[in-house]
């Protein structure tokens, strides 16, 4: 009988498919894992450029007080050229900016196109600042894994982003539109 028993261990018949079936399910956890990977990578640029794009949207919204004030005579653009002095910043109107940057992200979180990624859950706005010539903000949005990782309970991940943008008058000497200096 004990013979019978150490000649069924010796036979190694069938051990290549164990260690087959062990290097499968290796394969494809480490697909999985790769995979939830790629989508943060994609999923944070996504929200990088849903981040910059509301940062200029509130950007562009111009108070038009501040803009529409000032001592500007037919000499200012020359003088400005000739002295090489900075360019000025262009004002901000903060509370329609906050308004126009939620609008932003809004479009960006029920949007289908190709540019939002499906796995972002949706894009929230964290922190906002307006100095009234610049803009600084900050996003975060929860990305779901197309697979739950092996052998852990994650399915998803938090991401943030922040972006900031001033925006600054274009002085020169313009020609039918076209910008010669």
Not at 2 to 28: A, D, H, M, P, W
Not at 105 to 110: A, Y
Not at 122 to 131: A, E, P, W, Y
Request: net charge negative; glycine share 6%; charged share 20%.
């Amino acid at each position: 009988m004990e013979v019978k028993t150490l000649s069924k261990l010796s036979n190694e018949r069938g051990s290549l498919s164990v260690l087959i079936i062990g290097l499968f399910i290796i394969t494809v956890a480490s697909l999985m894992v790769m995979s939830d990977v790629a989508t943060i990578f994609v999923a944070k640029r996504s929200l990088a450029q849903a981040t910059e794009a509301a940062a200029m949207r509130g950007v562009h919204t111009l108070d038009r007080n501040s803009y529409y004030t000032g001592k500007g005579t037919i000499a200012t653009t020359p003088m400005s050229l000739i002295n090489n002095r900075e360019h000025p910043s262009i004002p901000i109107d903060c509370d329609q900016a906050v308004l126009d940057v939620m609008l932003e992200l809004h479009n960006w979180s029920q949007d289908e196109s190709s540019m939002k990624r499906k796995e972002l859950a949706g894009i929230v706005l964290t922190d906002f600042s307006c100095d009234g010539t610049s803009i600084e903000i900050s996003t975060y949005s929860k990305v779901r894994f197309p697979f739950t990782v092996p052998f852990s309970s994650l399915d998803s991940a938090e991401l943030t982003s922040s972006a900031g943008s001033t925006n600054q008058v274009q002085e020169g000497f313009y020609l039918f539109g076209i910008r010669l200096h």
